[in-house]
């Protein structure tokens, strides 16, 4: 089993910055496409950021130029910087990611809540 460990959300107004972080642990080969998803209130799931094992990283529209997604794959851990933070940032925010144990298997963790104030 694996577990994805999220720390790093928190309260912050306006304009502020937040750094959150994931940590995958278990039973791990490799580590393939790492991601961040966020779901705010009464909204569905959607990508944010994902990031390859090479480091080629892809953006949604509503983030791009705010946010930069990271990953040190020694650590089997990614990060999402978040600059310029907007209220309608505000949401729950998973991190996801491809792992290969026996064969390869999809994870999320269990999610950090980042609250934006106007």
């Known amino acids: 089993q694996v577990q994805m460990a999220e720390s790093g959300g928190g309260l912050v107004q306006a304009g502020g910055s937040l750094r959150l972080s994931c940590a995958a642990s278990?039973?791990?080969?490799?580590?393939?496409?790492m991601a961040w998803y966020r779901q705010g209130p009464g909204k569905q799931r959607e990508l944010v950021a994902r990031?390859?094992?090479?480091?080629?990283?892809s953006y949604a529209d509503s983030v791009k130029g705010r946010f930069t997604i990271s990953r040190d794959n020694a650590k089997n851990t990614v990060y999402l910087q978040m600059n310029g933070l907007k209220p309608e940032d505000t949401a729950v925010y998973y991190c996801?990611?491809?792992?290969?144990?026996?064969?390869?298997?999809?994870?999320w963790g269990q999610g950090t809540q980042v609250t934006v104030s106007s």
């Open positions: 996801n990611a491809d792992v290969l144990q026996t064969g390869w298997k999809n994870y």
């Open positions: 990031i390859s094992r090479i480091g080629t990283t």
């Open positions: 278990g039973n791990i080969l490799s580590i393939n496409s």
